[in-house]
Antibody, heavy 117, light 108 residues
């Protein structure tokens, strides 16, 4: 059974940092591209970042480029999102999602990040 | 444009058919995928590619595309279909993804 479990969310002050993790199981993690997607409270879905199976190709949404860094450790079946210079508008539930030929076929349950003073 | 626009809300009587549309220039080059999100839950993929359903998705869900518009049709809607639905595709560059604005489906 495919499982994605996010962790690392919490309350952080504006300008602070946080590192999210996504533990994957039930599939060959290194063979799949992965994404982070977020959802602000009461709002729609927003794609955040993409990483290829081996980590050689990475893309970011303009809203987070230069502040967030996506990475993965295939030996640990884990995906990460390092978030720096956090802003109030980064407050959201952050989901990791498996990428299959351009669609996100499995999602974790998400981890809540709250940026507030 | 890299935007995908959807009607904010639609309603459908129990057992009737509803179509949700998604408009965007990138849909001329890329298929849309569709996601159902019930309150408090993570999104679930319901349609991908030309008109493909993942395992476990009822066949009352179907997809189509023409020009810059993708559509999700729910035939004989059930009470459990009440949810927010989002389309998703690559943007015009092909390197980024973009989600639609979302449609709230109410089953009456």
């Amino acid at each position: 059974e495919v499982q994605l479990v996010e962790s690392g969310g919490g309350l952080v002050q504006p300008g602070g940092s946080l590192r999210l993790s996504c533990a994957a199981s039930g599939f060959g993690f290194s063979r799949f591209e992965m994404n982070w997607v977020r959802q602000a409270p009461g709002k729609g879905l927003e794609w955040v970042s993409y990483i290829s199976g081996r980590g050689g190709t990475i893309y970011y949404a303009d809203s987070v480029k230069g502040r967030f860094t996506i990475s993965r450790d295939n030996a640990k079946n884990s995906l990460y999102l390092q978030m720096n210079s956090l802003r109030v508008e980064d407050t959201a539930i952050y989901y990791c999602a498996r990428d299959l030929r351009g669609e996100h076929d499995f999602w974790g349950q998400g981890t809540l990040v709250t940026v507030s003073s | 444009s890299s935007e995908l626009t959807q009607d904010p809300a639609v309603s459908v009587a129990l057992g009737q058919t509803v179509r949700i549309t998604c408009h965007g220039d990138s849909l001329r080059n890329y298929y849309a995928s569709w996601y159902q999100q019930r309150p408090g839950q993570a999104p679930v993929l319901v349609i991908y590619g030309a008109n493909n359903r993942p395992s476990g998705i009822p066949d009352r869900f179907s997809g189509s595309s023409s020009g810059n518009t993708a559509s999700l049709t729910i035939t004989a809607a059930q009470a459990e279909d009440e949810a927010d639905f989002y389309c998703n595709s690559r943007d015009s560059s092909g390197n980024h993804y973009v989600f639609g604005t979302g449609t709230k489906v109410t089953v009456l």
